[in-house]
T-cell receptor, first 114, second 109 residues
Framework: IAGITQAPTSQILAAGRRMTLRCTQD?????MYWYRQDLGLGLRLIHY???????GKGEVPDGYSVSRANTDDFPLTLASAVPSQTSVYFC?????????????FGEGSRLTVL | GQNIDQPTEMTATEGAIVQINCTYQ??????LFWYQQHAGEAPTFLSY??LDGLEEKGRFSSFLSRSKGYSYLLLKELQMKDSASYLC??????????WGAGTKLIIKP
């Protein structure tokens, strides 16, 4: 089934550990995004990539890094996890490099940092 | 600052009509979007408005008034499967989406 695959779906992590959330899409979409979703708050953009080889910072980039080596993959890395990074993380994509607002989301990765 | 406001929770009856409001204050405007998110699942795109007026898509309609910074999502003939959170998002002048916290809609038989 075409779409976006995220892994892991759920993870409990000790503070200070390094963690990479994986995101792969098979729709050949140009743009990809990482959001975090916290109770009572709207989705917040962490990092984005308009095309392979380029990345940009979103609203809440601190403590996170991304790479976009090819069209399909857009991993999100937490270099040294902290409890405030406990959240549900969504990867999303859109067909065009410019943001049209119509995003396709993965199923999410629920991360708990203790 | 940029702000999107929508009610936290609403309750409606199966078969009825419900209107979910969204007001916004953003730096510029390049469109307003509604997404549906079932509990524990990914958001999915519902509708897009960039001009004033009503956009109808089956049982769902979305309205926009740019002068008032206001939109609503209208759901008709409610079904139990419509129980979900509905997210309002506005694209600002930098073509970034600003998201509301979402409205949890509870449908009762």
């Amino acid at each position: 089934i075409a779409g976006i695959t995220q892994a892991p779906t759920s993870q409990i992590l000790a503070a200070g550990r390094r963690m990479t959330l994986r995101c792969t899409q098979d729709m050949r979409h140009n743009a990809m995004y990482w959001y975090r979703q916290d109770l009572g708050l709207g989705l917040r953009l962490i990092h984005y990539s308009n095309t392979a080889g380029t990345t940009g910072k979103g609203e809440v980039p601190d403590g996170y890094s991304v790479s976009r080596a090819n069209t399909d993959d857009f991993p999100l890395t937490l270099a040294s996890a902290v409890p405030s990074q406990t959240s549900v993380y969504f990867c999303a994509s859109s067909p065009r490099a410019e943001n049209t607002g119509e995003l396709f989301f993965g199923e999410g990765s629920r991360l708990t940092v203790l | 600052g940029q702000n999107i406001d929508q009610p936290t929770e609403m309750t409606a009856t199966e078969g009825a009509i419900v209107q979910i409001n969204c007001t916004y204050q953003t730096s510029g405007f390049n469109g307003l979007f509604w997404y549906q998110q079932h509990a524990g699942e990914a958001p999915t795109f519902l509708s897009y408005n960039v001009l004033d007026g009503l956009e109808e898509k089956g049982r769902f309609s979305s309205f926009l008034s740019r002068s008032k910074g206001y939109s609503y999502l209208l759901l008709k003939e409610l079904q139990m499967k419509d129980s979900a959170s509905y997210l309002c998002a506005v694209m600002d002048s930098n073509y970034q989406l600003i998201w509301g916290a979402g409205t949890k809609l509870i449908i009762k038989p």
